[in-house]
């Protein structure tokens, strides 16, 4: 992984590129769906705007070591995932609303401030932590986390207007740093498992990587793949594995379209993507 300094210089790059893609949309495509299930393209813009909107002191309080909850925050402990994505779609499209004939403008000033807050971080500081609800993230980590968040949501809106479109190869990197903790939002407790289900990942060109999905009765993790036998045992590319691990393509879509491979219990490769919640 580069230096958390390159890394604010892709998602610099990132918000550049961004803008003039948005710049150039014509007024009609901002009503049209994204990937994101319920959310237009112009829903997507705002969740971006709000969350960048509400970074920015989080990165000037870290920088003061404060990485305690703002004013009406709190750390979540256990949360209810469903609950916690209602809630963010509701308040994304208020802010839509809120925001209608501003939007663009309000987004770029949002994250042209979001990343000028970044760039002012010292190598002496990158290990300070900053408030996140599940719990303090040392701020190179939050680099990555809003490279993804970046970058998967403008996937969301390119995919949907061109079908064509790749995840940006710069920025798989940060996409597969932030996987584990996609994985450990996207399953639910299954209490009725009687022994843990492994499942390996292969992943090949651009970015080889390989991991191992253990899902238990209490919840699922995910490791290094390990010596352990798998169950079921998936191939892909690397863009493949990520746009399936943060739920932008369904498994069985994967191997339906010839994108990933498996190996070993049919069912419970099948049962993979019908445990998995989503990204």
């Not at 971006?48 to 970074?55: K, R, V």
Request: with cysteine; charged share 25%; aromatic share 8%.
């Amino acid at each position: 992984m580069s230096l958390p300094e390159d890394r604010v210089k892709i998602l610099q790059r990132e918000r550049e590129q961004f803008i003039q893609y948005l710049e150039a949309l014509p007024p009609e495509a901002w009503s049209k769906p994204s990937a994101c299930d319920r959310w237009t393209v112009a829903d997507v813009v705002a969740h971006l705007t709000h969350t960048a909107q509400g970074n920015v002191p989080r990165v000037h309080r870290a920088l003061q070591g404060d990485d305690s909850p703002p004013e009406g925050y709190e750390f979540a402990g256990t949360i209810d995932e469903d609950a916690l994505r209602e809630g963010v779609a509701q308040r994304s499209i208020a802010v839509r609303q809120a925001l209608e004939g501003q939007l663009l403008q309000e987004f770029s000033k949002a994250t042209r401030e979001l990343d000028q807050a970044l760039s002012r971080v010292g190598p002496q500081d990158w290990g300070k932590r900053w408030y996140h609800p599940m719990g303090p993230e040392p701020l190179t980590v939050t680099v990555d986390m809003m490279i993804t968040e970046r970058e998967m949501h403008w996937w969301d809106i390119r995919s949907r207007l061109d079908a064509s479109t790749s995840l940006h190869v710069d920025c798989l990197p940060a996409l597969l740093a932030t996987i584990p903790r996609a994985v450990r939002r996207a399953f639910r407790p299954d209490p009725t498992l009687s022994t843990p289900i492994r499942h390996r990942f292969i992943v090949t060109a651009p970015l080889a990587t390989s991991s191992d999905i253990v899902v238990t009765r209490e919840g699922t993790r995910i490791e290094a793949a390990s010596a352990a036998p798998a169950e079921v045992t998936f191939r892909c590319d690397t863009e493949t594995y990520v746009l399936v691990l943060f739920g932008r393509l369904s498994p069985d879509a994967a191997m339906a379209e010839g994108r990933m491979t498996f190996e070993g219990d049919q069912a419970l490769a099948a049962g993979f993507g019908q445990r998995f919640q989503g990204g």
